[in-house]
């Protein structure tokens, strides 16, 4: 699809970043970039994820705070507003998001929201076409009917908000009052993280959502080529991209994007459209591989393929401080039994599973207290190789430490699993588990 036109027109971004750094490794300013410059190499090379600089980072573990931030930063938009998210519900806070945008897109401003169509299969289409009417434009990813079957498994599952190319939010929440516990019918405690980000690499995020955006475009209408996506981008990626390709780049790119203050940042993309699906898993299995003192994991689903099983098992035996939180209380059932199986399974190799009071729907990676990442990927096959996703990596001891003491003070309210209370379940429950590990693969 339109990744090719993307990958083509950075190309010769990314063979320049990958030289330099290369020649330049010893003087580099931060110490974290060496110690996990093969992971960024490796996301150079076969992940096109250029490494990019954010000026500030806020975290959000709370579903209000996200929501107030986010609709405050929507009121204040002056040029354009792109969204994208998997699920777009009609209740308290969609309805609140989307007064927002036919507001602002009645007052002129630029509004674009994407929704993938399964996702949102339970809010109707004339909530959308509310935006339309206001003057802005909403859009399904993938329509879910009746000669385009072969879409059914292949969703986006990325979550994304992008303002006047200069803030951004990104995570595990979608649009939806269950995501702040403000609906009454979903008993459950739902904890999830967000980001919201600001500088060079929003202009990456909002790069991504053009090209969904005019990809779906082109697959619905047939009227735009891809390659017209390229003239769609902002003018700053477009300009970037022209003026490291034709000046000196080591001065003028990368020694702005190293300076002092920043936060280098990778940004990976991956879906089944890609010559290589896995780019996203395979980052996350490179960060596992360059820890040298603990991994901390939270993830909603546990049910991870041979490799990611593999990597966690010998991180565990390399006597790494491994540990995996999975929620408590599950949404989905066959999930639940699925993933108490691994986790009964992975105790076992030595790494430590915690059980959240509630569901917990982060989706997060932390090595050393050095990197982090955030992002809508959860260790399953389905969004290993079927779903559209989106990780950030941030390349920041600061940062990561902060995610660090986040998942610790989560640990103080969660519950340490053992293997022998897994173990002395009755054979009818273990038998239940193993029945739905076997359908790992498809979920």
Known sequence: MANSTVNGMLKPILIEQQIFLEKNKSLLPSHVIKDFFTLIDMNLNKGDSLLVSTDSVLLYTKGRDFYEDLCADLEKAEHSI?????????????????NILCKKARAGVEVRLLYDDLGSLFTRTRFFRKLSTAGGKARPFFLIRIGFP??????????????????AYTGGANIGDEYANMNKRIKLNWRDTVVRMTGASVLNLQTNFLVDWYSMDAWYSREHSLKEIASHYPPQVVDGVSEAVKNNTQDRFFKGLLR??????????????????AKIEDALIRMIMCAKKNVFIQTPYFTPDEQFYTALKIAAFSGLDVRLMIPHDWDKFYMKAASSEFARQIIGEGVRVYLYPGFIHSKTITIDGKICSIGTTNIDNRSFSLH???????????????????????????????????DRRPIIVRSWWSFWKLFSPLM
Do not use: W
């Open 82 to 98: 792109y969204m994208e998210y998997f699920i777009f519900k009609e209740d308290s806070i969609g309805q609140r998001v989307m």
């Open 388 to 422: 559209f996703e989106q990780n950030v990596i941030f390349y920041d001891s600061d940062f990561a430490s902060e995610c660090e003491r986040i998942f610790n003070e989560d640990i103080e309210i969660s519950e340490c699993a053992h293997k022998d209370s897994y």
């Open 260 to 277: 002092g203050g920043r936060i280098p940042t990778q940004i990976i993309t991956a879906g089944p459209d890609d010559a290589h699906k």
């Open 150 to 167: 072969f879409t059914l498994n292949y969703r986006n599952h990325r979550k994304v908000t992008i303002i006047d190319s200069s803030i």
